[in-house]
């Protein structure tokens, strides 16, 4: 089940017998803070993938603020961008790519890309090339980042992430509050070791899936199937 911010300060301090101590909820609340940058820099989580409010295309602009243009509250990183209208989906080219390519960036069409850039006010934004006519609208999907709750104003807050997460992000909390605190404290490998593995696993169960193994299994494998129109219109028409 959920765990809130407090609840995970007071897990973490617990593993020296500090959690009666509100000085050193504080120091496990920043610990976890730490832990839940560490894991959103590690991977991009699928739980933090969205589909983002349609973006209207104004002729001849280029760039679109995914926060002031669409409603992303965080983004990390675009999954996927897609026109609807000219359907197409986009694919990414860095900005020197397009440069060295298309030495007339004058003339506005259907975009075929998109890169992120950085507008005149350090806001990241996604570029389209070409820019467009007008038209739309862009679809983009992103990553967020995994919301970090403030001390002491979220302490009420569950941590944003999956319960099953929640081992993982302790773990590496546990580790960061020790080693700030008592660095020879024997479980220190214990809680780094641990929260590794679990990262690891949970980066590989965010990675995979069983029904993503069914289509690439060549055909020759599927006992009684050679032949079958029934497997081949279920399984194979239209891969």
Not at 101 to 107: A, I
Not at 128 to 140: C, D, E, K, Q
Request: aromatic share 10%; proline share 6%.
């Amino acid at each position: 089940m959920p765990i809130t911010f407090s609840d995970a300060k007071t897990e973490v301090a617990r593993s020296v017998g500090s959690q009666a101590d509100a000085a050193q909820l504080l120091v496990a609340g920043t610990a976890i803070m730490s832990a839940l940058r560490e894991w959103n820099a590690r991977h991009d989580w699928e739980f933090k993938l969205r589909t983002l409010a349609d973006i209207t295309l104004t002729p001849g602009q280029a760039d679109y603020d995914l926060v002031a243009d669409s409603d992303a509250v965080n983004p990390k990183r675009i999954h996927t961008a897609n026109l609807e209208g000219n359907p197409r989906n986009l694919f990414f080219i860095r900005q020197r790519e397009w440069d060295r390519v298309v030495r007339d960036q004058s003339t506005n069409d259907i975009p075929i890309a998109y890169t992120l850039a950085e507008d005149a006010a350090g806001v990241v934004v996604i570029r389209l090339f070409p820019s467009p006519t007008g038209g739309g609208p862009l679809i983009v999907r992103c990553y967020e980042n995994i919301t970090i709750p403030a001390q002491p104003a979220g302490d009420g807050t569950n941590l944003n992430i999956p319960d099953r997460l929640i081992p993982g992000i302790i773990s590496l909390g546990s580790y960061y509050y020790l080693i700030n605190r008592d660095a020879q404290n024997p479980r220190l490998g214990e809680f780094k070791q641990r929260a590794e593995t679990l990262l690891v696993r949970a980066i590989f169960d965010d990675t995979h899936n069983p029904d993503e193994e069914i289509r690439f299994v060549p055909k020759e494998e599927w006992i009684g199937a050679q032949g079958s129109d029934i497997f081949d219109s279920i399984f194979f028409d239209g891969f």
